[in-house]
């Protein structure tokens, strides 16, 4: 169970993390999951670009906002994966991740991570 484990590591370095299992949205539609993230202020972190990237689409066609998605790359290493991720966590404010579908590979370096909030202001 790689999202626990990565779950795990994330709340031992202080962030909030919350898996689809302990929101009672696993199983449930995509829609569901990226609608209940967003009541609770949470980014969706997913590996299911297939389905996500076109709801991000669809959401923002029809002018409904959400607190962000970052896809994840399914085949990248754990340790790869969670130092990435915690970039992400540790650097984006929640006013910089809304309504953003964000990619793993805007956060692989500090640098890269940096380059890519800047973009975000206004």
Do not use: C
């Amino acid at each position: 169970m790689e999202d626990h484990r990565l779950a795990r590591q994330l709340r031992a370095a202080g962030h909030s993390v919350y898996l689809p299992s302990e929101l009672g949205v696993k199983g449930q539609s995509d829609e569901l999951h990226l609608a209940t993230a967003n009541d609770l202020g949470a980014v969706v972190v997913t590996h299911n670009q297939k389905h996500f990237d076109p709801l991000h689409h669809r959401w923002d066609a029809e002018g409904r906002a959400h607190a962000g998605i970052l896809l994840v790359v399914q085949r990248l290493n754990i340790a790869m994966k969670l130092a990435a991720v915690e970039r992400a966590a540790r650097l984006l404010s929640s006013e910089a991740a809304k309504n953003q579908l964000m990619y793993l590979k805007m956060f692989e370096t500090d640098e890269q991570a940096q380059l890519f909030i800047s973009s975000l202001a206004p």
